[in-house]
């Protein structure tokens, strides 16, 4: 079994429900940034700021691990991309070779 493509979602990229209104915004498409804005709104100003930016201290027991991380837990939304489109975007989204980058600064 293949593992899933995830990608993390920045604030310009646009989330679309093709089954109702996305949850949190109560609308069927929208911005990250207005999902999370709407996320945050759920929060006082210091928990909104340790949940989405700065995040919260805390330490985590993961398992085969024989001791403890320390760090801190930050929210963000991720995308899991259909299995039958990881085909299609990995062959999309494969950056230039370093040969093609040169070739395109030789013709400009």
């Known amino acids: 079994m293949t593992e899933p493509l995830i990608y993390r979602l920045d604030a310009d990229d646009v989330i679309r429900s093709d089954d109702g209104d996305l949850p949190f915004v109560e609308v069927p498409i929208c911005l990250v940034s207005q999902m999370t804005a709407s996320l945050e709104e759920a929060y006082d100003e210091e928990q909104e700021q340790a949940a989405f930016a700065d995040g ?7 398992p085969g691990q024989k001791q403890w991380l320390s760090g801190k837990v930050r929210f963000f939304l991720e995308f899991e991309l259909d299995p039958d489109q990881v085909d299609e975007s990995v062959s999309a989204e494969t950056p230039d070779s370093s040969l093609d980058q040169l070739r395109k600064l030789a013709g400009e």
């Open 56 to 62: 919260f201290p805390c330490r985590v027991l993961r």
